[in-house]
């Protein structure tokens, strides 16, 4: 896929923090803010919500293949990682 | 599997008739389903209903019974959507669940599309104490608070769809307080309960018996750790706790298990930041958590790479495992300002 891609994952992914999360202003965060701790703040409740939603939206287990779970460094990265699996 | 709770049909089933046919006048509880369901709950069994009436039907099932029900799902859509959106609400698998209905149709519905949970006829269900799907093997303090903590659990979760900040002022506005402290032998029934009943954050994905909890309490080369959680909706007690071997170099945390209704509440957070600090300061320069990996205990890797971990798969690969460790030079993590007590001050 191309970055394209990756860029409409990110939008989708962004939408799915802020319902996870229930804050608003991760609708604007950027592609390079940390999705743990300060940044996006994503703790073990609310990252589970992400990677069930990620796996139904785009089908892509990122927890049976990532066994570090690298891929949720930053948004970017995650969107990256799906848009590169998902078909 | 251990059931954690009970979602009952009430027409014929924990009603001895149907609610609408005589609404000026229910009818009134089924005695045994009633007597099966106190003696439940008195080993820390959840209930909750799901029924095809009006929400009226759930109050009055509360007051007829005077159960506390954990959810309550009164509808006309499919019995299989009830149960599954109960066990999503709880925080707990479809296969600790039990559905019990007099209709032999919703029975099938729900077996075939939550095969995990246990379906049952109010015939069956009149047995079922001396099951052992429904005989956990402690019932501890917190067990016996359960129905309690869920009802406490509700209102914090209200409180927290309306509060506009971040989740760590939510946990402040909370008041919460987390207390991290040696385990005792008088601990060791409810540490025993949590090895058995966490899926989710449990690093071993197996129990651990009561006789090698309470020797490894007194053990000079280990550190057994309780974590006890309270704010001011209430007092969940005992949510979790961990078993450390304290090497030289390394300490590795054999067991690291956290009951998944404190989940979303800072405390697994706090028991990684307690376990590095402490760690380095007993001269360790690595912080090991061997972790089986599976499907379930998600959870439990999130909070391991949120706070700082590094997994070397290990184990066979049908039995696949992993060991996530952190070094322990630089500047101790921070330990979050809800964290109470002793721990906070060392």
């Excluded at chain 2, 005989?135 to 209102?155: F, K, Q």
């Amino acid at each position: 896929m191309n970055g394209g891609a990756a860029s409409d994952v990110a939008g989708e992914l962004r939408q799915v923090l802020v319902e996870a999360t229930g804050r608003e202003d991760l609708a604007a965060m950027s592609e390079a803010t940390p999705l743990f701790g300060g940044g996006a703040g994503l703790d073990s409740l609310t990252g589970t919500l992400l990677l069930r939603e990620v796996h139904r939206r785009f089908g892509v287990d990122v927890a049976a293949e990532d066994l570090n779970l690298d891929s949720l460094a930053t948004i970017g990265t995650l969107a990256a990682y799906i848009a590169e699996r998902a078909r | 599997m251990i059931v954690k709770c009970v979602i009952w049909d009430l027409d014929n089933t924990l009603l001895s008739g149907v609610y609408l046919e005589s609404a000026e006048q229910p009818p009134p509880p089924d005695p045994a389903m009633l007597a099966v369901a106190a003696e439940l709950r008195d080993r820390g069994i959840l209930h909750a209903i799901a029924s095809r009436n009006p929400p009226e039907a759930a109050q009055y099932a509360r007051q007829a019974t005077g159960l506390e029900f954990a959810a309550a799902e009164c509808g006309w859509d499919r019995k299989s959507d009830a149960v599954q959106r109960i066990a999503a609400d709880l925080g707990i698998a479809p296969d600790a669940v039990a559905f019990v209905d007099d209709d032999l149709y919703e029975r099938a519905e729900v077996s075939f599309r939550v095969p995990e949970a246990l379906v049952l006829s109010p015939e069956d269900m009149a047995d079922a104490p001396g099951w052992a799907e429904f005989s956990p093997p402690t019932v501890t303090a917190e067990a016996r608070r359960r129905a309690a903590m869920y009802a406490e659990r509700r209102l914090r979760q209200q409180e927290a769809q309306a509060f506009a900040g971040s989740r760590d002022e939510f946990l402040r506005y909370c008041r919460t307080e987390v207390t991290i402290a040696g385990a005792t032998p008088a601990d060791v029934p409810r540490l025993h309960e949590l090895s058995v009943r966490t899926h989710q954050f449990n690093s071993a994905g197996r129990a651990m018996a009561e006789p090698d909890l309470r020797s490894l309490t007194g053990s000079p080369a280990h550190q057994v750790t309780t974590v006890r959680l309270a704010d001011r909706f209430g007092d969940d007690g005992m949510v979790g706790g961990c078993v450390v071997a304290t090497g030289e170099r390394t300490w590795t945390v054999t067991l690291l298990m956290m009951s998944c209704r404190a989940m979303g509440r800072g405390v697994i957070e706090a028991l990684l930041a307690w376990l590095a600090r402490s760690a380095a300061q007993g001269g360790a320069t690595v912080l090991a958590v061997p972790c089986v990996v599976s499907a379930r205990n998600v959870p439990l890797r999130l909070a391991l790479a949120g706070a700082g971990f590094r997994a070397a798969e290990s184990g066979p690969p049908d039995r696949p495992a992993a060991v996530f460790s952190r070094l322990l030079s630089g500047p101790p993590p921070e330990l979050p300002d809800w964290v109470a007590g002793e721990a906070a001050r060392r």
